[in-house]
Structures are given as structure tokens and as C-alpha cells.
Nanobody, 119 residues
């Protein structure tokens, strides 16, 4: 019922910046968390940044250094600003949304966008 589409990935040189976007469609009621994760080949998927939502208030409960997460509820879009990129930041970046309703929790993922940082 919920679809997430990431965009903004690409190839950048070390020290550069990228801004990733995650556009959501479908249900919006009951949204509890939005976040960004990344996964490099042969490695575990790791949390990059996460926002917890309570009413109209957003709480950033995790953020890796050099990265900033923001949410535009009017556009139903979440952004990840990445600065001073390093080669070790190379990974597929995924958008995630978690909902809570009377039927229980639900979890949605985007297809991912590739970020490659050259040295």
C-alpha cells in the first residue's frame, strides 16, 4: 500500500556532497518512523539516520556524522544530506518507513539508490 522511491544517488568525488530524496505514496496515517540505511557489498545493512514522528513533531534519534536527515510532511518526502563524502560511504542507500496502527506495525522499503564515492 505504501511505495517509497529514492533518487539523488550517483558518482561523486571524495569530499563532495549528495542529497538523496525519498518520495512516498499511499497511506500516511500512522507513520511512526522514517530513516535511511545503507548496505555495501558483503556487509550488513546499517542505519544512517532516523526520525521518529509524534504528531507534527519530528525527533532525530540517530544521525551519523556528516549526514543530516530532514522530513517535509507536506511533500511526503524525506531527504538525506551527505557532506564530505568518503570512499567508505560507497553503498546502496535505502529509504525506510515504519507505521503503527490497530492491526500492528508495518515496514516499507524503497528499492535503493547507488552512491559511489571515488578517491
Amino acid at each position: 500500500q505504501v511505495q517509497l522511491v529514492e533518487s539523488g544517488g550517483g558518482l561523486v568525488q571524495a569530499g563532495g556532497s549528495l542529497r538523496l530524496s525519498c518520495a512516498a505514496s499511499g497511506r500516511s496515517f500512522g507513520l511512526n518512523e522514517v530513516g535511511w540505511y545503507r548496505q555495501a557489498p558483503g556487509k550488513q545493512r546499517e542505519l544512517v539516520a532516523r526520525v521518529r514522528i509524534s504528531g507534527n513533531t519530528n525527533y532525530v534519534d540517530f544521525r551519523k556524522d556528516r549526514f543530516t536527515i530532514t522530513r517535509d510532511s507536506a511533500k511526503n518526502t524525506v531527504y538525506l544530506q551527505m557532506n564530505s563524502l568518503k570512499p567508505e560511504d560507497t553503498a546502496v542507500y535505502y529509504c525506510n518507513a515504519k507505521f503503527w496502527s490497530q492491526v500492528g506495525p508495518s515496514d516499507y522499503w524503497g528499492q535503493g539508490t547507488q552512491v559511489t564515492v571515488s578517491s
